[in-house]
């Protein structure tokens, strides 16, 4: 189905409506022509960028509304973070403003969508690179108060993606792209999880439009190295429609699991103990090759009869070596979800045989490391950044700074932080 027939939205045989708030959507070749017109009811515009990506972008997107900017917030060259420095930031520039117009991926997406939704002025995007789905997610991953959170905010009144530009982009912002798409392996097989062990909701049809679009990328790997622009049109479409996937969903349960978890993890952890990470699309790749080791783990060994049995104190004690400050807070969180006093194992060994077949669905790990060599990731550039106790702290402790069920709960619940 085209992205322009899905925002139309969808009567669904789960029940629902599903429907998507963006208004438009263009990946093409000198996309950015089609800001004069989508601009023409705007007059006061706040431009939002770094300095990378207003230097790559920048020009293209002013040619056409020049007469409109009436502000700008340029971040510098280094790592942003969108936490309660950069919104203030935003907030500052908002005075008499009637559309920010975010020029980037990521950071600064999340960041204009954050400040769109609770300062309710309208956003658009300009992407600069192919290299995460969450554009047309109503999620905006922030950091706040040492915590990655994912606020349920409001997707982009328009999308932009310029074709000529996405293709110049970073390789490894490219590799990012096709490896947020290949964690979908992951994520999707923790929706069914979800939905067998929990009784979440689940539906089918998204599922479906998710897998669609990870089956369209997986041939795409050797192009896209070679910065072929259809290729990297199709992989941006496969973004934005796993992104239109979540706002279907109202949640990113379709396009994030274990494996954003531990990319989570990382990034968290590196950020408060000021070690390097990845960058998020890699990491959730290599992230999807440790949760099919999981997966596999538990589809090949009988369910243990008794459930694995906490020690509070001592594993509050190994929650605050790992995490620092932010302990504290995904000590709360759970506590407030009554996850560390679920008691899951009945389901468990009721449902073993449907479980071990929900498992073995996704692909094993040597299958994802196969794959992600055709894009030119290679692990050992995950285990040269990441210890081996980094590895495991992440598979042991990941889990905790979600609200979200995943195969990391399940191993859990079973084996505690025995190694893998």
Known sequence: MEISELLKGVNCSCGKTH??????????NNATKHLKDICADY???????????????????????SEKIADRQIFGKEILIPNEDAIDAVKAKLNNIDLIIGIGSGVIQDLCKYVSHFEHVPYFVVATAPSMDGYASSGAAMITGGMKVTYSAKVPDAFIA???????????????????????????NDWKLGQIVNGEYFCQYIYDLTYDMLKKTLPLAESLLARDEESIKVLTEALIV????????????????????????????????????????????????????????????????????????????????????VAEGCIALQDKLGTY??????????????????LREA????????ILSRVGLDRKQFTDTYTNKQIKDAISFAKDLKDRYSVLWMYFDMFGTEEI
């Open 341 to 358: 006093k679920s008691d899951r194992h009945s389901v468990y060994l009721e449902k073993e045989n449907e479980i071990k077949a929900i």
């Open 242 to 325: 796993v992104g239109i996937a979540m706002s279907f969903a109202e949640n990113s349960r379709p396009a994030s699991g274990s494996e954003h978890h531990l990319s989570h993890f990382f990034e968290i952890t590196g950020i408060v103990n000021g070690k390097e990470y990845l960058p998020h699309g890699i990491d959730v790749a290599f992230s999807t090759i440790e949760t099919a080791k999981i997966r596999q783990k538990l589809a090949n060994v009988p369910f243990p009869k008794k459930p694995f049995v906490m020690d509070r104190t001592d594993y509050e004690a190994k929650m605050k070596e790992v995490y620092s400050t």
């Open 363 to 370: 692909p094993t790990s040597e299958e994802i490391t196969e």
């Open 19 to 28: 429907c998507c708030a963006i208004k438009y959507v263009f990946i093409e």
């Open 162 to 188: 310029d074709t000529s530009i996405l293709k110049d982009a970073p390789i490894e912002m490219i590799k990012a792209g096709y490896g947020d798409i290949i964690g979908k392996f992951s994520a999707l």
């Open 43 to 65: 007059n006061r515009i706040l431009i939002v960028a770094d300095e990378n990506t207003y230097g790559v972008a920048g020009a293209k997107t002013e040619e056409y509304i």
